[in-house]
């Protein structure tokens, strides 16, 4: 079977104890809905990342799951803000904008990486945040691991100089460009907006006003053999464009919630399916926070020490509280 240097087979989650709607990140993240009145949201939360994680080992991906039972990071569903990992054996730490989601990091999790696959380097940016410079993961970019290039939207979350370093350390082409919502409103993460798999990639063409370099970037991802599938601002409301493409047992899946599939037209599903199977996963209550399926995932391309197993698959890592760097 052949194995897409776009699509990982293993995964990082975080399920959450006490979810709730991050005040903090409101100001910049239009995608956020107020949290209701409720005491089930976060018992909700947890359910459905505890269905997600078991429908994605179900397809053959190896999720390692850990626990957050603290009550100070509202945004840790969503690892892949905070660190990245890379096929040369690279870990990169982020740094990020609201002061609670820097409390997201996680070293526990960063020794499990380091026992279980094999990693050269880690490279920590979370330093500049410091300066007040801003670099906000595999949100803040869409890594095209195949072309080698870094997409990423202008914003307060993506600061050039950062991004610069990054693709220069990583070996990645940065490809800047703007994008707004229907009011106008700069959209905050580039993983809203849009998905690069292995033979298709799914783009918000109606949220960027620079016709030229929108088209620049279609036919940069159409040279390297995609198929694009235009996404209408509607759609991107819905997260339609917050999809991962993961390597299963049977052959690539792409992750996206039922919101998201449920937004497509019957063409696009079309286009869609006879590429790469769609797997839905179920998490409105997670939707409320302003990410979807892709900013659950932290993806792991990291060759292992040794071949997972069903066993390591299953295994769960809990702790009551997130570990702060020293």
């Known amino acids: 079977m052949f194995h897409s240097p776009q699509a990982a087979n293993a995964v990082v989650m975080v399920r959450p104890h006490h979810f709730t709607v991050n005040a903090e990140t409101a100001k910049d993240n239009s995608f ?17 990342i505890t269905t997600a994680a078991e429908t994605l080992r179900n397809h053959g991906v190896t999720v390692h799951l850990f626990e957050d039972k603290g009550t100070e990071t509202p945004d840790s569903v969503f690892p892949n803000n905070w660190f990245s990992t890379h096929a040369g054996g690279q870990i990169a730490i982020y740094p990020m904008k609201a002061n609670n989601r820097r409390l997201e990091r996680r070293y526990d999790i960063i020794e499990m990486l380091k ?22 993961g595999t949100g803040a970019m869409v890594l095209d691991h195949i ?20 693709a220069t350390k990583f070996g990645f082409e940065p490809m800047v460009f703007d994008a707004f919502d229907a009011n106008g409103v700069a959209v905050y993460h580039t993983n809203v907006l849009m998905c690069v798999g292995t033979d298709i990639a799914m783009i918000g063409t109606d949220l960027m006003p620079e016709v030229e370099r929108c088209t620049e970037i279609a036919t940069r991802l159409q040279r390297s053999g995609r198929t694009i599938i235009e996404l209408r601002h509607d759609q991107i409301e819905k997260f339609a464009g917050n999809a991962l493409e993961l390597q299963g047992s049977s052959g690539r899946i792409l992750a996206m919630s039922t919101t998201a599939l449920a937004s497509l037209d019957n063409d696009q599903r079309q286009m869609i399916e006879g590429r790469v199977k769609i797997v839905a996963l179920d998490i409105p ?20 020490r040794h071949v997972l197993t069903g066993i390591d698959s299953l295994k769960y890592f809990e702790t009551s509280a997130a570990p702060q760097p020293q």
């Open 147 to 166: 072309d080698r290039v870094a997409y990423a939207v202008r914003s307060d979350r993506t600061d050039p100089v950062i991004l610069e370093r990054f």
């Open 32 to 48: 956020q809905v107020a949290a209701p009145g409720t005491t089930d949201i976060a018992s909700k939360a947890f359910e459905e």
């Open 285 to 304: 209550t997670i939707e409320m926070a302003g990410g979807s399926v892709r900013c659950t995932l932290a993806s792991v391309h990291l060759s292992p």
């Open 115 to 136: 026992s279980t696959y094999r990693v050269q380097e880690v490279i920590d940016y979370s330093g500049l945040e410091q300066d007040g410079l801003f670099l906000e």
